[in-house]
RNA sequence: GGAUCCUUAGCUCAGUUGGUUAGAGCGUUGCAUUCACAUUGCAAAGGUCGGAAGUUCGAGUCUUCUAGGAUCCACCA
């Protein structure tokens, strides 16, 4: 053996080998007790990042269950990863001179599955690098048409059931990207936004918004407020840029009667308070933004101008006519942005397919509140809970193409579009905006044809042939909400019977809402079962300094250079050790030193049992039980019984999740009292039955670090007279 | 406005049913050794566990209040 452990030698090989024998198919122990885990799918067009490589907590879980003899499944998959995709790929394009608008929705779509399938595997094997134990042989991708036919059936069965429904909404619109974003999208971000005071005939009401002033349908006041008592319920006459008009005035509660002058121009079709309002006291819709975040022409003289423009323009305008009493110049509010590209976003009204979350929520609520789901760390449930409640209807149409398309037709002879989608190509060509028109929520599913996929033949009603495709996508969390069962449907045969429920779901608590609520209530509604038992979470890997990596600040540190450097078990063991389930870490590389030395001692540990090798003794596996009848001598008796001590502790610590307390316990037990106290005393007094416990002892502590840290533990086992075929697949150590 | 987490040795962090002298890594100091260990071993210094009050025989651990830091949610016309 070399004096030095080099991971670089022995890593790779190691995981090829298992992966070759067929080591991480839950076939290792077909009749064995199911256990399984669903990979977080990675995007697929994505580089591996240290939130992956947290995923080593699933990887120890893993192999200690698959160590005790359970049917162990970890299953790989990906993600289309919709607008994040779309994104990078624009960004392509764009420095090649093109943009999105210069293909059709369905060249587009193709030339994006070519990309992402360029980069094909790449994230696979960092993910390997790690030596993750996954079966790769029922590896799985959201847009594989197996899963997106499951994907499709549920989104017919909740239109059969009445849980999805067209809508006609306002939604946040990033008129750059050209798509409507979920609230939980959308950024926000304090900026200074000039406060005017504008005379509305005999008031003045306060907006940071001016130019959406043609969009007014009403004006609202407090009930309350004594102040404009006389005015409520009439009409009053108003001056504007564009000359006089008449206005209603209307008593609401959300008005607050301390803000400005407590007076609040209503514009339903741009202001999400303001539809609310508008919908309580039936005042009309007028949009006058369009999706290319310019005004159309209900502005009259200002159309066409974008929204920053039209505002000054606008204001200035109002200055020349003496409309403005005055302006809160510092006035700083908080604006929602697009996430992707910080363009502010407008809110718009445009039809889209919503999921009425109620009856899904409430369920959701009640799988953790019976204790079907069980979080931990436990704290995390009040965030579950409270995002549940207070979930409103999920938008779950993305005008973008890289997805899945929607799979809803409308005759072109027979149904009349009530409101104008937001084309793609011709934005502004296309729109036709609404004017006055009431505003009513409107479900009338009947109009769209919605199937599991295929193009239905003809209109159910007028028999025409001349059908159209919903040119919208699902949101990305509407088919990764549905990730643990279409994965397990779709994998191998019986998969689905065996591991669902699945047993874990792991993943960084940041997606909680995101993704682990919603699999919840996707999960419940399509099997009648949750979708996994236990919920952990991880934390935050931030740079060493404390800080959140990310690309604008330059400070990302990339995994794999850091596997290259102190190997894969150092990183892995280093993300584990001293750090609580579900607490953010900075990276610390004196942690990721330590982590390496202890793999050298593990090693020279071995190559000293190598060197005081008896070659005369025939070396036998023995279970602990029977290492305490072989013992000879007192002190080699007392650490077999310290080993057995040790092994309930470490199994108590996985088991209770918390693998840190393992790590560590591991560590010192190892080191500080194993190497340090009782290889060194029986170091001088070394016999026949001395040399069998030590390096029996010895191979059950590997064993126990294994899942942890598998290559050095499984070229060590290697090594070790009387080893078996891979210490992957020994089992777990007990009495 | 609401919520959660963090505050323990110089630094980074463990410490999950409250229980004997509060732990680790790195760093610091001294000694030993190159005998399995690109080193390792032995030893030492270093903490009134953010602050205050309370519950208890007993609190780093539970309760309340409070200071500072981080994050998330809602969202302001």
């Not at 619109?173 to 509305?200: A, M």
């Not at 502010?344 to 409430?362: A, D, I, M, R």
Request: hydrophobic letters at 35%; charged letters at 30%.
């Amino acid at each position: 053996m070399d004096k030095v452990y080099n991971h670089k030698d022995v890593e790779d090989k190691h995981y090829k080998t298992w992966e070759e024998k067929g080591y991480f198919k839950p076939e290792i122990h077909p009749d064995g007790k199911p256990y399984c885990i669903i990979l977080p799918p990675p995007n697929a067009n994505g580089d591996l990042h240290f939130g992956h490589a947290m995923f080593t907590v699933e990887d120890i879980l893993i192999r200690y269950h698959r160590m005790k003899g359970d049917s162990t499944l970890w299953l790989p998959g990906t993600d289309h990863a919709g607008i994040e995709t779309q994104f990078v790929y624009e960004k392509k394009l764009q420095s090649e001179g093109k943009s999105r608008f210069d293909y059709t929705q369905e060249q587009l779509y193709q030339m994006i599955w070519e990309f992402v399938s360029e980069s094909g595997g790449k994230i696979e094997n960092q993910l390997r690098k790690l030596g993750f134990s996954l079966d790769w042989s029922r590896e799985k991708f959201t847009l594989d048409p197996d899963i997106q036919k499951l994907v499709y059936q549920t989104f017919k069965q909740m239109h059969d059931d009445k849980l999805v429904y067209r809508a006609y909404k306002l939604v946040n619109y990033c008129t750059k990207d050209g798509t409507s974003f979920s609230d939980l999208e959308v950024t926000h971000e304090e900026r200074n936004s000039p406060l005017y005071y504008i005379k509305y005939g005999p008031l003045v009401l306060a907006t940071t918004r001016p130019e959406t002033k043609f969009g007014d349908t009403g004006v609202a006041v407090h009930p309350e407020d004594a102040r404009y008592k006389q005015y409520v319920g009439k009409d009053i006459e108003i001056e504007t840029v564009l000359g006089k008009a008449t206005i209603r005035v209307v008593a609401d509660e959300a008005v607050d009667p301390e803000f400005g002058t407590g007076v609040v121009k209503v514009t339903p079709a741009h202001d999400f308070n303001d539809f609310e309002i508008g919908k309580r006291h039936d005042l009309l819709m007028k949009q006058v933004i369009g999706f290319d975040g310019k005004l159309n022409e209900h502005a009259g003289k200002f159309a066409g101008l974008y929204v920053k423009q039209a505002r000054s323009a606008i204001i200035e305008e109002m200055h020349a006519k003496g409309l403005i009493e005055k302006i809160d110049e510092g006035y700083i509010n908080r604006v929602g942005l697009c996430y992707k590209c910080k363009t502010v976003l407008e809110p718009l009204p445009l039809e889209q397919w919503f999921v009425k979350v109620e009856s899904l929520k409430n369920e959701a609520v009640k799988a953790v509140k019976e204790g079907k789901i069980r979080i931990h760390p436990k704290s995390f449930e009040t965030q579950y809970f409270q995002w549940l409640e207070n979930l409103r209807d999920w938008n779950i149409s993305r005008q973008i193409v890289w997805g899945m398309r929607i799979p809803a037709w409308r005759c072109r002879d027979c149904s009349e579009p009530k409101a104008q989608s937001a084309k793609r190509k011709t934005t502004s060509q296309n729109s036709k905006a609404i004017n006055n028109e009431p505003i009513e929520q409107f479900s009338n599913n009947s109009e769209w044809i919605v199937t599991e996929g295929e193009k239905p033949e003809k209109c159910p009603v007028c028999s025409s042939t001349k059908l159209e495709q919903d040119s919208d996508t699902f949101d990305t969390w509407f088919s990764s909400g549905q990730w643990p069962y279409v994965t397990l449907q779709t994998a191998k045969p019986g998969d689905f019977e065996k591991f669902y429920p699945t047993a874990v779901l792991e993943t960084a608590y940041d997606i909680l809402r995101a993704w682990v609520s919603r699999m919840a209530m996707l999960g419940i509604y399509r099997t009648g079962e949750v979708p996994f038992k236990d919920v952990l979470f991880h934390g935050i890997v931030n740079d060493p300094l404390g800080k959140k990596m990310s690309k604008s600040k330059g400070n990302v540190i990339n995994p794999l250079e850091l596997i290259e450097q102190y190997g894969a078990d150092a990183v892995r063991f280093a993300l584990i050790y001293g750090n609580a389930t579900g607490n953010d870490q900075s990276l610390s590389y004196p942690k990721l030193d330590a982590a390496r030395k202890f793999t050298n001692k593990l090693w020279n540990m071995a190559r000293f049992l190598e060197m005081k090798r008896v070659s005369s003794i025939e070396y036998q596996v023995l279970s602990i039980e029977e290492l305490k009848k072989t013992a000879k001598n007192t002190t080699d008796r007392e650490w077999v019984d310290k080993v057995e001590q040790l092994v309930k502790e470490i199994t108590r610590y996985i088991d209770d999740y918390q693998f840190n307390l393992a790590a560590e316990r591991l560590y010192e037990f190892i080191w500080h009292e194993f190497a340090d106290k009782y290889i060194e005393d029986v170091k001088n007094r070394m016999d026949d039955n001395s040399y069998l416990i030590l390096t029996t002892l010895y191979v059950i502590l590997i064993k126990l670090l294994h899942p942890f840290m598998p290559f050095v533990t499984e070229e060590i086992y290697q090594k070790m007279p009387g080893h078996g075929e891979s210490i992957m697949i020994e089992p777990w150590p007990t009495q």
